[in-house]
């Protein structure tokens, strides 16, 4: 397309507002930018789904089918306003803006309604700057708007058979925030098309925006730069104090000027990675290894999050747990016992997650789990909805110990950790276990592949079974990796 005809979509407006080093290279080096993995993927096409379930709320409307040439769809959908009914993914064009609205809805005197559909149960200051950018594009195109919402997921709704639309969104109004955005809006465009129309990519330094609204899909490539050990971006809880660093030259954590002021996990961190030997307060760990009471229960769950819920008795973004990976030490030195289970099917897993554990977790013995408030929490929600479990869930609480504490607290650090405290990096630091090369390694892709193969259509059967067997050696290395934790730090103090 002649430069003189780009247009600049909605998408690309506030990525452009975020960094417009990231708009450049969508125009100009598309293939330089990382593709979507399979969660963010996921996160699309949750977006999607919410989008096909707000439409029901508006019978008779029309689809604007979709035509990649933003002139040709405007055409179109000047063409269906006629018909004044409600119209999904109308596009329309003025000047060098284009917006594809979710909804329209015929209003009083020839207007609209122009109805922002997201995700998300709350509205955010993001979705003033969307909607502001909708309303400037289509009433510059001569539609006249007399409203503008949000429409978003009620997050005290509760599935109970059917989905019903009308009580799973709210709707908020921003007509106010829109207005007062929209005169800023045209000033905006020219300038991030002018950056597009650049020979090269503008210089922008790394920083705060590079995470938010969202996580820029760029950040591979822009901070290369960085050393990929000891990173100054590895100072445990640095925050916005590491960018403060960069600016005074400094890249990697040992060149911290001494004296620099740092809290006291800062501090033990700073001193491991100058003296390349992990730092161990053996008298935490002694006392956190002596509350271990045996038999040692090791879990790990993996959840769900459906944004629209797909299980009675659940709402939105409501964490199902769909996998757990049980082992069982009966005493020091002895082989575990494991115990797994992965829902078969899209039928509510929580009675059998409940059902099995309660037939396998001993009455008496410590329950390890790594973040342990997440697992906690499933088991106390998962039981609310199941009361003939409730007592027997309420039982388990108090003797839940929290893996994640001695690093937390930086009773152990080691340099390898590189800053993190998750078990992604403690493992691999502490013992010769680790996740490198598995086909799952990281929750967020267990949860999005157990979605797509559990719900999504036309999924081979043996994409099916490679994905459920992958799930199954994924969670079961949370907690043999547990164990192993256990085992290292008693190595490491002498026993107990």
């Known amino acids: ?202 210089q922008v330094r790394i920083g705060p925006h590079c995470r938010a609204p969202h996580d820029c899909p760029l950040q591979d490539l822009c901070w290369a730069f960085l050393p990929q050990k000891d990173s100054v971006f590895t100072l445990y809880g640095g925050g916005k104090r590491c960018f403060e660093l960069l600016e005074e030259g400094i890249l990697k954590l040992t060149d911290i000027p001494r004296g620099y002021k740092l809290n006291y996990r800062q501090a033990i961190q700073l001193g491991a990675h100058r003296s390349g030997k992990p730092y161990l307060d053996r008298e935490a760990i002694r006392d956190f290894l002596e509350r271990l009471e045996y038999p040692l229960h090791f879990l790990d769950f993996e959840t769900i999050k459906p944004a629209v819920p797909v299980y009675d008795r659940t709402g939105p973004h409501e964490a199902v747990p769909f996998q757990f990976s049980l082992n069982l030490v009966e005493q020091e030195g002895a082989r575990p016992a494991h115990r797994f289970y992965l829902a078969p099917g899209d039928i509510d897993p929580r009675p059998e997650v409940l059902r099995q554990l309660r037939d396998f977790i001993r009455p008496s013995g410590s329950i390890l789990a790594y973040a342990a408030g997440f697992e906690k929490a499933c088991i106390r929600r998962a039981s609310a909805v199941y009361p003939e479990y409730r007592e027997w869930a309420g039982g388990l609480m108090e003797r839940f110990v929290d893996l994640l504490e001695p690093f937390r607290k930086f009773s152990y650090y080691d340099p390898a950790q590189q800053g993190s405290a998750s078990l992604k990096n403690v493992l691999p630091a502490l013992t010769r276990s680790g996740y490198k090369g598995m086909e799952i390694a990281e929750g967020g892709t267990a949860s999005a592949e157990y979605y797509r193969v559990t719900f999504g259509k036309d999924v081979p059967g043996i994409e099916r079974e490679r994905v459920r067997n992958a799930l199954e050696v994924y969670c079961e290395m949370d907690t043999k990796g547990m164990i192993e934790i256990v085992d290292a730090l008693r190595s490491r103090v002498g026993g107990t």
Not at 102 to 125: G, N, R, Y
């Open 1 to 202: 397309m002649p430069r003189s005809l780009l247009h600049l979509s909605k998408s690309r407006y506030l990525h452009g507002l975020q960094c417009p080093k990231l708009l450049w290279y969508e125009y100009n080096q598309k293939s330089r930018i990382t593709p979507p993995g399979s969660v963010l993927q996921h996160a699309f096409d949750e977006g999607r789904r919410v989008g096909e379930w707000a439409r029901r709320l508006f019978p008779g409307g029309i689809l604007v089918e979709r035509d990649w040439d933003p002139e040709e769809q405007h055409a179109r959908s000047m063409r269906a306003l006629k018909q004044r009914r409600p119209l999904f993914e109308a596009g329309f064009v003025y000047k060098r803006a284009y917006a594809l609205a979710d909804i329209l809805e015929p209003a009083q005197d020839d207007a609209w309604d122009l109805i922002e559909v997201k995700s998300s149960t709350s509205v955010k200051e993001e979705h003033h700057l969307d909607a502001a950018f909708q309303r400037y594009t289509y009433e510059g195109a001569g539609v006249k708007i007399r409203r503008v919402q949000v429409m978003y997921l009620n997050g005290d709704y509760v599935r109970q058979g059917a989905i019903d639309p009308d009580k799973l969104f709210l709707k908020e109004d921003v007509s106010r925030q829109s207005a007062a955005l929209a005169p800023t809006i045209e000033e905006a465009v020219g300038s991030l098309l002018a950056v597009v129309e650049q020979k090269v990519a503008p």
